[in-house]
């Protein structure tokens, strides 16, 4: 089982930059497919971006690509998500998600994840 805990959030304007944490519980982190997910109010929770398990893969949604960046770091038992040239639209509260079966290509509905972290909001100002 793995425990995750998200932070980095907040306010910033558009076009501006951030930068999310996950910092994972237990000793088999490289174990896990990591991920971000995003729901807006009112919107179904939406996925952003994925890394493999040693980190050398990712895969990002439309919407984030050339903006966004994940990264993971085993030996830290923390991913991350760079967030720059952020638009109102990118407004939600981020996940932090992980799974032992999926991969980095396959870890894209919400509905098949196994570890969910609490949240944290980014709000974009326009």
């Known amino acids: 089982q793995v425990q995750l805990v998200e932070s980095g959030g907040g306010l910033v304007q558009s076009g501006g930059t951030l930068r999310l944490s996950c910092a994972a519980s237990g000793r088999t982190f490289s174990s896990y497919t990591m991920g971000w997910f995003r729901q807006a109010p009112g919107k179904e929770r939406d996925f952003v971006a994925s890394i493999s398990r040693g980190g050398g893969y990712t895969y990002y949604a439309d919407s984030v690509k050339g903006r966004f960046t994940i990264s993971k770091d085993n030996a830290k038992n923390t991913v991350f998500l760079q967030m720059n040239s952020l638009k109102p639209e990118d407004t939600a509260v981020y996940y932090c998600?992980?799974?032992?079966?999926?991969?980095?290509?396959?870890?894209?509905?919400?509905?098949?994840?196994?570890?969910w972290g609490q949240g944290t909001q980014v709000t974009v100002s326009s």
């Open positions: 998600a992980a799974d032992r079966f999926l991969t980095h290509d396959t870890m894209t509905k919400a509905g098949r994840i196994d570890y």
